[in-house]
């Protein structure tokens, strides 16, 4: 089997890794990957963005089967291009990928259905925007409608953040065309949990839960990222709470896209806050997660292939997925300065012997060596046979690994053990 996988970060890095212990495979191509990636893959690099790029190569090099990992090529429509040439995908078509490219369609589509979110409103003019700020209870979050990166969020702790996010969004266009519509809800109180799901419209898998660390600085202070690491399995997420998940939030989501004729083919990522209502949506991703993907795709116990062609093929019903009992952490390690100005170009030492797998998101080759080239650089992932253990193996590792102005939180997994001991 010929397999693509378009993109080029830790997630991609981790489905390569994944992807590669299926022995039918014979050629594995990423687009356009990075310079860790190609340890892994042969890289090519082709723009995740260029569809045209992407479909010419997928027919020169009669690619059997592509997984299509990030958010702007999958809201662009790369799976419908790639089926029109006959190339089977792993991924969601554009018209069901808008349940994360418009935050104003998920909230709308959460409303009809009755899928437990945070109260909202949504708005395409400024001064409806403000006039609503003026009685809404503070904190507050301003959400820009369009994908923005991670960063088209802000929680606003006060009339004045809330109006500034609104201008900052729809004046200043700060998000660009993302902010023309935005969505104000109210703040959410709680754990936060992230499920990844397999579904194939008709059926939905959950894997193993897993908890991200946004902000940037220890103890969750500072400006959201990407993700500066995770832990699986989620210890507030438990089976009572999955049980409820299932029922009320994503049996009830992918009915709800095939009844709107936008039916979701692929892995479903579902942001829930446990309040203490219950579990409430605040954001769907029509895509894996990154950084959940490095601690949840190491617990697969079943051929990644096997399962995302069940999907496909729309026979997941029939197909097992399992995972281990064991627990994983990633710890991001990221150029100092990140989500802000960083330099890059820094060399990167990996150890050959390691008890842990680094995950590559931002470097690149450089005369035969490893060099930084983002603001995230590695995702170093440990297992164990409990969350302290998988921490414990993942942070000697970081140790162990080096760039200069490496920068990485040291308490990720605080708030898990919390959950444990408490
Ligand atoms: P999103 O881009 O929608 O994932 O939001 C980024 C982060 O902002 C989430 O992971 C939460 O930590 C936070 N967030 C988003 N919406 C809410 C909300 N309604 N209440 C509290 N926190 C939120
Ligand atoms: N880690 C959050 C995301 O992938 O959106």
Redesign the pocket.
Known sequence: MKILVVGGGGREHAIVKKLKENQTITELYCLPGNGGIAADAVCVPIAATDLDGIVSFAREHQIDYAVVAPDDPLALGAVDRLEAVGVPCFGPRKDAAVIEASKVFAKDLMKRYGIPT?RYESFDSLDAALAYLQTAPMPI?V?ADGLAL?K??I?AQTLREAEEAVRAMMTEKRFGKSGERLVI????EGP?VSVLSFTDGKTIVPMVSSM?H?RVGEGNVGP?TGGMGTVAPNPYYTPELAKRCMDEIFLPTIRAMAQEGRSFKGCLYF?L?LTKDGPKV??YNCRFGDPETQVVLPLLQSDLLTVMQAVTEERLAECPVRFSTDSAACVIMASKGYPGAYEKGLPITIPAELQAQVYVAGAKENNGSLVTAGGRVLGVTALGKDLPEALERAYKAVKQVHFENAYYRRDIGALALAAKEG
Request: charged share 35%.
């Open positions: 945070a979050v959400k991670g088209g969020v929680i809800e109210e703040f959410l936060e991200d946004k959201n942001g806050v605040i954001e």
